[in-house]
């Protein structure tokens, strides 16, 4: 899994709109209470980041499964 970010106070930060499109810290634990609750009944997803990068714009895709993101 991909290294947290922080922001100054050292808290985990969303995924930075100026960063490469990898889940932060807190992308990753809203996928995981997506994945744990049992109304919603997922197994799987897919996780989609964008992020702007001059002249164009950078894309991620992650699949979450199993507590996992790859």
């Known amino acids: 899994?991909?290294?947290?970010?922080?922001?100054?106070?050292?808290s985990a930060s969303?995924?930075?709109?100026?960063?490469?499109?990898?889940?932060?810290?807190?992308?990753?634990?809203?996928?995981?209470?997506?994945?744990?609750?049992?109304?919603?009944?997922f197994h799987s997803f897919i996780a989609v980041i964008l992020g702007p990068r001059a002249p164009h714009w950078d894309i991620g895709a992650w699949t979450c499964h199993d507590n996992t993101i790859t």
Do not use: I
Not at 1 to 10: E, H, L, Q, Y
Not at 14 to 37: E, I, K
């Open 1 to 10: 899994m991909p290294t947290p970010r922080t922001t100054a106070s050292g």
């Open 14 to 41: 969303g995924t930075p709109p100026t960063s490469w499109p990898v889940p932060s810290a807190r992308d990753a634990a809203t996928y995981r209470q997506l994945l744990n609750d049992p109304e919603l009944a």
